[in-house]
């Protein structure tokens, strides 16, 4: 590309001077330039000559010296005196399209006017030894030659005849590729020195059916959308396999169906993860077949504006997230999943399944949400399920192991979690196996089907499990005699199940249910260990088989008493004081009114007192001596003050528990319900 410089050699009296010598130098320098006698190809001179009329032409080629430079300009003849210009800057460009037929190299930033093409020949190299290429979007670049780009470039797809151009161009350096048209594109590969960037809306990459793009490099975007079409994209060789629904086009804003379809491309392009970053509404099932994290965008809590809404019009049976292939190894992390429908639905049968048919591995299930909204009105069969929903029919089949769910909410469903192994299987070959349940909360067991045995947790051939410190509230477990918290079923075995909380819904109901439905033993070899029930007037039901073991300090409270699990406790109906020796205990009471002493502050000593009467019915206090205080529970605490679990706001359960410091008087551990210092 070059600038022309002309002009006409005249003497002080304004009379033309013929042949008149013009020479060029770097400004302020007696450096020569290479300048041109015509705008392309020809031999670089040092100077020019004017013609008869005093006019002359020439031009300076900006790859030699950038589009910055300023020239010095010298017209001498002999006889006359010379005259000289400094620093005069030459941007006459030339418009039109150079050919580089021989190698050719820049190193100064060069701007690129709107009509100047530079066409590489086959054969030929251009090198831009400059990261500072100034253009607008239009073309720029052309020919079969090659152009080597300085790494850290940033290139403009506009600049190339297309995308296939543009990425065939980009060769080892690291290079960013600003997308700033939109195409319509056959299948191509990116390298890994290319980074993709999405800077502005609406310049959309549109990919004809049977075509991949596949990227090795990386991909920048921001949230809307940038591919388009019936192909398909591949993250699996990507730096960052990390991608968002909208970039296929899904928003809050856009149909159903187009939700749909964007939410299953970002599934099937071989990412890494798919993040959520809204609530996306969607009409039908989605699958996916990779390994991947699904994941809402915040991490550590539960938010139900980044997921997936499944909203239904009309009746029919749908497993509406699941699998194609059993071996898919997914996490899912915050994430929102929600049923919804325009109307009641009263015969729909919905299910979302994690795992389907032959079984695999995920790791992780954390910080999600799982919701039917419409509850009950949705109709009979609403389950969450991981594991097989139908009999294994592949060989060889494979067991559904090492699960790990934790901090996530179940609420609506029939059955909120469904373990669900084979029993079909022989040798225990389909079975759930290693599962690890940590700090859960399920909720609202829905009871339109009083024999398809729901449950907060449904466990169907499942071994090997640990349930540890999760909540499980059934509050909707009215109706049919297989509700209940836990439902055991088939070949269930192995189970350790630790620190957990649980509570009964209307009727009262707080059950472990089991089902024998083979010769295997249900609950076999299981433990059952400082768990705590509450809220149950109609006590336990069938709490564990005849051959699982019962240890470890766990308690169930109901009808105003308490059932020991080979724990220490005491009950007291009058006013009590506490000994040293009764240190560790829980003591008991439902007696309103009640005064529970403790001993002078002695360091390391623990009690716990528990109040077992039934919500709102029963005043208990805890007294420290009279120059002790109990300090804790947001309260500074004052000496010869007791703490009172007020009888308006008490709750079957309450409880309070202190240890010693051996000098001030007792610090509060643990505490449920209110526990006011006295007035």
């Known amino acids: 590309m070059r600038y022309q410089y002309q002009g006409t050699t005249k003497d002080k009296q304004g009379k ?23 705008w392309d190809g020809a031999t670089a001179v040092n100077n020019v000559t004017s013609d008869i009329q005093g006019k002359f032409i020439f031009f300076v080629d900006a790859f030699d010296y950038g589009s910055d430079q300023t020239y010095k300009i010298v017209i001498s003849k002999s006889g006359f005196s010379s005259f000289t210009q400094d620093n005069i800057k030459i941007e006459d460009v030339v418009l039109g399209t150079y050919t580089i037929s021989v190698d050719k190299t820049i190193n100064y930033p060069v701007y690129f006017p709107k009509g100047v093409i530079i066409s590489v020949n086959n054969g030929q190299t251009l090198t831009c030894n400059i990261i500072d290429i100034n253009a ?62 999405f800077l502005n809306v609406n310049k959309i990459i549109t990919i004809n059916n049977g075509q991949v793009l596949t990227l090795y490099g990386e991909l920048d975007a921001g949230l809307f959308q940038i591919f388009a079409g019936d192909g398909t994209v591949n993250f699996l060789y990507c730096n960052k396999r990390i991608v968002y629904p909208q970039w296929w086009g899904a928003s809050i804003s856009a ?34 077949g990779k390994d991947m994290e699904i994941k809402g965008e915040t991490n550590g809590i539960l938010d139900t504006n980044k997921g997936i809404n499944f909203l239904f019009t009309a009746t029919g049976n749908t497993d509406l997230f699941y699998p194609t292939i059993s071996s ?36 992780k299930m954390k910080y999600c949400y799982f919701y039917n909204a419409k509850g009950s009105d949705n109709g009979a069969g609403n389950y969450f399920v991981i594991g097989s929903k139908y009999s294994y029919t592949a060989s060889p089949v494979a067991n559904i192991f090492d699960i790990w769910i934790e901090n996530n909410i179940w609420s609506g469903f029939d059955t909120d979690l469904w373990a669900n192994g084979d029993a079909s299987v022989p040798a225990q070959a389909g079975l759930a196996v290693g599962w690890y349940l940590y700090s859960n909360f399920f909720s609202s067991v829905n009871t339109n089907n009083a024999s398809s045995n729901n449950a907060n947790l449904r466990l169907n051939n499942a ?14 477990m009215s109706g049919g005699t297989g509700f209940a918290n836990i439902s055991c079923q088939g070949e269930t075995a192995h189970l350790s199940l630790f620190g957990n909380y649980w509570e009964g819904g209307p009727s009262g109901r707080i059950k472990i249910y089991m089902l024998n439905t083979t010769s295997y033993l249900n609950l076999f070899e299981s433990s059952l260990s400082y ?5 149950s007037s109609g006590g336990l039901y069938s709490i564990l088989s005849p051959y699982g073991s019962l240890f470890g300090g766990s308690k169930w409270s109901y009808n105003n008493n308490v059932e020991d699990l080979n724990e220490a406790t005491l009950y007291k ?29 002695s360091a390391n000593m623990t009690f716990r007192i528990q109040n077992i009467g039934t919500n709102g019915t029963a005043l208990i206090s805890l007294s420290p001596n009279s120059v002790d205080k109990i300090m804790g529970g947001n309260i500074a605490g004052n000496d010869n003050k007791d703490r009172q679990n007020t009888k308006t706001t008490q709750k079957l359960g309450d409880f309070i528990e202190v240890v010693g410091d051996g000098v001030n008087g007792w610090y509060v551990t643990k505490v449920r319900g209110i526990w006011a210092e006295e007035v």
Do not use: M
């Open 16 to 38: 033309v001077i013929q042949n008149a010598v013009i020479s060029v130098f770097l400004a302020g320098t007696s450096t020569p330039v290479s300048i041109y006698t015509t």
């Open 255 to 288: 149909s159903l169906s187009i939700n749909r379809t964007s939410i299953q491309a970002s599934l099937n392009c071989n990412a890494s993860q798919v993040i959520f970053t809204e609530l996306f509404t969607v009409n039908n099932y989605i699958t996916y």
């Open 573 to 601: 109906s009058v006013n009590y004081t506490l000994t040293a020796t009764e240190c560790g205990t829980t003591v008991t009471s439902n007696t309103n009114g009640i005064i529970f002493t403790l001993p002078p502050t």
């Open 463 to 476: 071994t090997q499990f640990s349930i540890i410190a999760n909540s499980f509230n059934g509050n909707g």
């Open 328 to 363: 898919a190894k997914v996490q899912y992390t915050n994430l929102f999943l929600r049923i919804d429908a325009a109307s009641n639905l009263g015969t729909s049968n919905w299910t979302i399944i994690l795992h389907n048919h032959k079984g695999g591995r995920f790791s």
């Open 136 to 197: 607008g979007n239009y073309q720029v670049f052309a020919g079969a030659g090659s152009i080597i780009f300085a790494g850290g470039t940033i290139l403009k797809s506009s600049w190339f005849p297309d995308l296939v151009t543009a990425i065939t161009k980009i060769s080892d350096a690291k290079v960013s590729l600003e997308i700033t048209k939109s195409e319509t594109i056959n299948s191509i590969t990116t390298n890994t020195n290319t980074i993709l960037k």
């Open 531 to 535: 768990n705590e029930i509450a809220n």
